[in-house]
């Protein structure tokens, strides 16, 4: 069972926007530590995605946002695209724990 | 371009420890940064399992307790893990990065799977 809750999936049809959750708790997401995003492709490394709540990365395109508010954050996905399929990670710190913690993954399905 | 490349032995019998080393290549380990492992058992999520600061300091999951140990060797510009008593359990595919002390993690090597099994 992982620190940070995601959906385990979601899916949209090309052109769609489609959202994925990452919920966490008071010595995590709600003590002020930063959300990252990974997305995953099928038999790939992970590649950072979404760096401190919501800054992309070189070579990231602006179809992907991020946003954080209270105990949670969101990866937002706009105009969908069939390459977009893949599973997709949160991740933070978790101050009790003392140590980085990501979230179950969520897999995106594009219709 | 910062690169990295685990290697290591693909199957480990129960019990006994494994051992990976991450080579990195495009960068000096010994210069900042943190540099962690992640594992991924097959068809689930990420969990970390620990990281090194530059200057060699470490700090692992709790959830793997004193089986973790995490070095650097500077003259190879390399990095090692290795988990002491291994089950089933630890089959995952093993992954080193780079990153900060709360992440994120922007570089990744590309993996090593890790099979116990006797």
């Known amino acids: 069972q992982s620190v940070l809750t995601q959906p385990p999936s979601v899916s949209g049809a090309p052109g769609q926007r489609v959202t994925i959750s990452c919920t966490g708790r008071?010595?995590?997401?709600?003590?002020?530590?930063?959300v990252h995003w990974y997305q995953q492709l099928p038999g790939s490394a992970p590649k950072l995605l979404i760096s401190?709540?919501?800054n992309r990365p070189s070579g990231v395109p602006d179809r992907f946002s991020g946003s954080k508010s209270g105990t949670s954050a969101s990866l937002a996905i706009t105009g969908l695209q069939a390459e977009d399929e893949a599973d997709y990670y949160c991740?933070?710190?978790?101050?009790?724990?003392?140590?980085?913690?990501f979230g179950g993954g969520t897999k995106l399905t594009v219709l | 371009q910062v690169q990295l490349q685990e290697s290591g032995p693909g199957l480990v019998k129960p019990s006994e420890t494994l051992s990976l080393t991450c080579a990195v290549s495009?960068?000096?380990?010994?210069?900042?940064?943190?540099w962690g492992w992640i594992r991924q058992p097959p068809g689930k999520g990420l969990e970390w399992i620990g990281s090194?600061?530059?200057?060699?300091?470490?700090y692992n999951n709790p959830s793997l307790k004193s089986r973790v140990t995490i070095s650097e060797d500077t003259s190879k510009n390399q990095i090692s893990l290795k988990l002491s008593s291994v089950t089933a359990a630890d089959t995952a595919v093993y992954y080193c990065?780079?990153?900060?002390?709360?992440?994120?993690?922007?570089?990744w090597g590309q993996g090593a799977l890790v099979t116990v099994s006797s």
């Open positions: 990065a780079k990153g900060t002390t709360q992440g994120p993690f922007d570089y």
């Open positions: 991740q933070s710190y978790d101050s009790s724990l003392s140590g980085v913690v």
């Open positions: 401190g709540n919501s």
């Open positions: 090194m600061y530059h200057s060699g300091a470490t």
């Open positions: 008071s010595s995590n997401i709600g003590a002020g530590f930063a």
């Open positions: 495009g960068y000096s380990i010994s210069s900042a940064y943190y």
